[in-house]
């Protein structure tokens, strides 16, 4: 993201740069040029993923050892993380845009989370080793890929899903599309819900041009096609609120930059369930998982059935 930021002082630099013709300015010019295509290079290499080699050897000497593998969609297999083995309880997290499995390994390696449910981490749709840097827009399709991923895993009594921010949407989705399956409780982390407050930013469609698009590592060309379409994909959930009733915990910081804390007030109106927690963090930005981990973990071992 630093890199990111550094292109975009530069890339309108060049803008300005092409009014003025002096010496000093064309050598600057040359200077920033360099600059973006080094810079470029570098961000190509960020795949924003963490091999299974590397994972496992993270889990050495650890009592639970994890799984891995591929679901049994072949249009759109996701490759997930499996650890613990509960067949009354599931609990699956779905990571944010641009992200992979390894955003939520430190509940994966949590043995008092293991000991009381099946717990699933997957990379989602052009994330990962999941058609890496081939992104599925479509949230609703993506939330049937993550629930022909738990149906390959048997029958449970009681399903948790945690999503953050793009992962929130597609909890929900999930949800809403899938009735019958056993969700006992959606935990929200910062989820991007509102179409009303979903910013589009004045580089994303640029970025998406394709001068711009191979210089990009795949994991953001998703991540940008994504915020692209996430406005007009949550407007089609629009008429699907009244219909979701699975109770629902909400962490959201008043200082996220990136996913503003009014998504709350847009959940508090259109959930018309019976059981929504709200939890304010005042001073909180965007990256809960990590920021808030023993919050989130609490809140988790709150719910989850001891064994």
Not at 230 to 255: F, Y
Not at 272 to 301: A, C, R
């Amino acid at each position: 993201m630093i890199y990111s930021s550094l292109f975009m002082k530069n890339y309108i630099g060049f803008f300005t740069i092409c009014k003025k013709s002096s010496v000093r300015n064309v050598s600057s010019f040359i200077f920033n040029v360099l600059f973006i295509v080094i810079s470029l290079i570098f961000t190509s290499c960020m795949k924003m993923r963490t091999s299974e080699t590397k994972i496992l050897k993270d889990f050495k000497g650890q009592l639970a050892q994890p799984v891995f593998g591929i679901s049994s969609n072949r249009e759109h297999p996701l490759h997930y993380m499996k650890i613990g083995n509960s067949p009354q309880n599931l609990l699956v997290f779905i990571h944010g845009a641009p992200g992979s499995l390894d955003a939520f390994l430190s509940y994966m390696k949590e043995e008092a989370l293991s000991n009381r449910a099946t717990l699933i981490t997957l990379d989602r749709e052009g994330y990962g080793f999941s058609g890496y840097g081939k992104a599925e827009p479509s949230i609703g399709k993506q939330a049937k890929g993550v629930k022909e991923l738990i149906m390959d895993h048997g029958n449970y009594d009681r399903i948790f899903l945690v999503g953050h921010s793009y992962g929130g949407p597609i909890a929900c989705k999930l949800a809403m599309d899938f009735p019958d399956l056993p969700i006992e409780r959606l935990i929200l982390l910062a989820p991007a819900l509102d179409p009303a407050h979903e910013k589009v930013f004045w580089f994303n469609k640029p970025m998406d041009w394709t001068p711009f698009k191979w210089m990009l590592p795949g994991s953001f060309k998703v991540a940008n096609l994504e915020k692209i379409h996430h406005r007009s994909e949550l407007e089609l959930m629009t008429n699907q609120w009244g219909s979701l009733r699975v109770p629902i915990t909400v962490i959201h910081g008043k200082k996220d930059s990136l996913v503003p804390f009014e998504n709350v007030a847009f959940l508090e109106e259109v959930y018309q369930g019976d059981w929504l927690e709200v939890i304010s963090l005042e001073n909180e930005n965007h990256f809960i998982p990590w920021t808030q981990y023993d919050l989130v973990k609490e809140i988790l071992m709150k719910y989850l059935p001891n064994p």
